[in-house]
């Protein structure tokens, strides 16, 4: 039987040129939307395994296509084929359940790697791809996650401002499950040209387990050391002290402040540096093993008037998922 593939883009000329990319030996049926209400339809009608989605169209663009296959829990997965290659775009889609990217002008090789890496063409991955798309997080669940971060974070930033006197901007915190490449891609989109001096720290309790990551920009250093007031040398060794002393402020409220929500009291290990002075892609790289699937929960930190960034990312292993859920969902009773 033919794998049912939908093409959606408000160009004829762009979905008639992505299905002549389709590799020639892949048993599939076509079906074409013209825009993201068609899609929609189209999506009910024929029921596809695999969507091919354009970005930007007219009456719902593709983020809100996305946004409506999550909500009415339609079973498809879908391949974004966009212009628009911002690295905050392609992030943005794949926290909204994209399996992958292509730049326009689709190029076949390109679409052949991809569909040949996600294993697409085989009927049995493509299930089992569906089912970890169907384990992302309901939206009652992702409040309560960012409510508990924002009271967190909110206590860790009330420490930061005291220390430097300084008013601290707080986030909505971003909260997602990500596959370990789709960690890599946001690490990276947090700062692709600056380079980064990075933190992690452990920590354990109650069957929960992970990592708290903090990302300084090199470029705020100068500035911390003169809030501290301090005088000397800007050199490796200082700034190091200042990168701990960040962490252990912010990592340390943190944790605190989720534990004393979830009734959950976490231990920490000592903390470990990433590296110093190093773009994000080779911090990446170099602990490539240190994560898997995870629950992220991303938070940058900035401060007004004052050229200092830093992200902070918890990430919890693919065990503690369950029972963080538990806890939630025991936070969400009347």
Excluded at 44 to 61: A, C, R
Excluded at 161 to 172: D, G, M, S, Y
Aim: charged residues 25%.
């Amino acid at each position: 039987m033919s794998t049912p593939v939908l093409i959606c883009d408000d160009s004829k000329l762009a979905r008639r040129q992505l299905a002549r990319s389709l590799p020639d030996d892949w048993d599939i049926k076509v079906e074409f939307a013209e825009h993201g209400l068609d899609c929609i339809e189209k999506i009910k009608v024929v029921s596809p395994e695999i969507l091919f989605l354009d970005l930007n169209m007219p009456h719902m663009d593709g983020y809100e296509v996305l946004q409506a296959i999550n909500e009415q829990g339609l079973n498809v997965l879908t391949v974004v084929v966009s212009g628009d290659i911002q690295p905050n775009a392609h992030q943005r889609v794949m926290e909204l359940g994209a399996i992958d990217f292509i730049r326009k002008p689709c190029d076949a090789a390109k679409l052949e790697e991809i569909i040949t890496h996600h294993g697409i063409k085989d009927k049995a991955i493509r299930a089992n791809l569906v089912h970890k798309l169907g384990e992302q997080l309901e939206p009652e669940i992702r409040d309560i996650y960012q409510e508990i971060t924002n009271v967190a974070m909110g206590q860790a930033g009330d420490l930061l401002a005291r220390l430097l006197n300084v008013f601290v901007e707080l986030p909505i915190p971003n909260v997602n499950v990500l596959e370990v490449s789709e960690l890599h891609m946001a690490l990276q989109a947090i700062d692709a040209s600056a380079t980064t001096s990075g933190v992690c720290q452990g920590f354990i309790g109650g069957g929960v387990s992970g990592e708290a990551l903090l990302l300084l920009n090199d470029s705020s250093f100068k500035e911390i050391a003169s809030l501290m007031s301090y005088q000397g040398e800007l050199n490796q060794k200082v700034e190091l002290e200042l990168l701990m002393d960040i962490s252990n402020i912010l990592i340390g409220a943190i944790l605190t402040g989720l534990s004393k929500q979830l009734d959950m009291p976490f231990s920490q290990g000592h903390p470990v540096v990433l590296g110093q002075h190093c773009e994000v892609s080779e911090l990446v790289k170099a602990n490539k093993a240190r994560w898997q699937r995870t629950l992220a929960i991303e938070i940058s930190y900035g401060i007004e008037n004052h050229d200092i960034n830093c992200d902070l990312m918890l990430l919890f292993t693919e065990d503690s998922l369950k029972t963080l859920k538990y806890k939630v969902e025991y936070l969400l009773e009347d």
